[in-house]
């Protein structure tokens, strides 16, 4: 499934308006992650993996400048780094994200 969030597709399995989706779907699960295998946004690593023809790859270390992180709640960009220093919650828009994402960094994010 493919939804558009802030103009960017993301995809996933059941995919919401805010880029919730079937595996992870509280009120703070509102970005997606850009992969390095394909360059697409998912709300999460399973969501990869139901919908990929391919394994997922982390976003790769040199490219933590560019936009990788997408806010579903305003549709903002952000790069890894701004991702990581915003300490849970949307530079543009002060939208939560969740704090749990932390323990999956290795999975969106060379190098974790």
């Given at each position: ?78 790069s890894t780094r701004a991702y990581l220093a915003a300490d849970h ?24």
């Open positions: 499934m493919r939804r558009t969030v802030g103009n960017h597709g993301v995809h996933g399995v059941d995919v919401g308006p805010e880029t919730r989706c079937t595996h992870y779907d509280t009120e703070r699960d509102v970005i997606a992650l850009r992969f390095g295998c394909c360059g697409r946004f998912y709300p999460c690593l399973s969501c990869h993996e139901a919908v990929a023809d391919h394994e997922p790859e982390p976003w790769p270390r040199e490219r933590f400048d560019e936009p990788a992180v997408l806010c579903g709640v305003c549709g903002t960009e952000l919650a949307c530079p543009d828009c002060g939208a939560a994200f969740n704090p749990g994402c932390a323990d999956h960094y290795e999975h969106y994010f060379e190098g974790f």
